[in-house]
């Protein structure tokens, strides 16, 4: 009984606190979630798996394993994304691979 409290209790305080990330992050400015999404709409579009090759939005994540990104592709095809371009743009504020270096640098 117990057992089953507590579980409930992180169930709950799991949910309340990825409502509360996904709803106080603004749209793309997740690390790399500029480079997932458009992998996501490529499958959404009807183009198939996307390839990894130089100047593409998806960059190196079109060589991830495609099972997530066609759950999500079939889950939200009926979004209109036609204004993808105008939300992709990238936060000065947030270097990622800056980060990333310096963290491997020490």
Avoid: C
């Amino acid at each position: 009984m117990r057992y089953s409290l507590y579980l409930g209790g992180f169930v709950v305080l799991f949910i309340i606190l990825g409502l509360g990330y996904s709803t106080l992050t603004p749209i793309f400015e997740n690390s790399d979630e500029t480079l997932h999404y458009p992998y996501v709409k490529h499958i959404a579009d009807g183009h198939g798996l996307p390839l990894a090759v130089p100047d593409q939005l998806w960059n190196q994540e079109g060589t991830q394993p495609p099972l997530y990104y066609a759950i999500v592709a079939a889950t939200t095809f009926w979004i209109d994304t036609d204004n993808l371009l105008d939300h992709l743009q990238r936060n000065p504020h947030w270097l990622f691979t800056e980060v990333r270096t310096s963290v491997n640098s020490q």
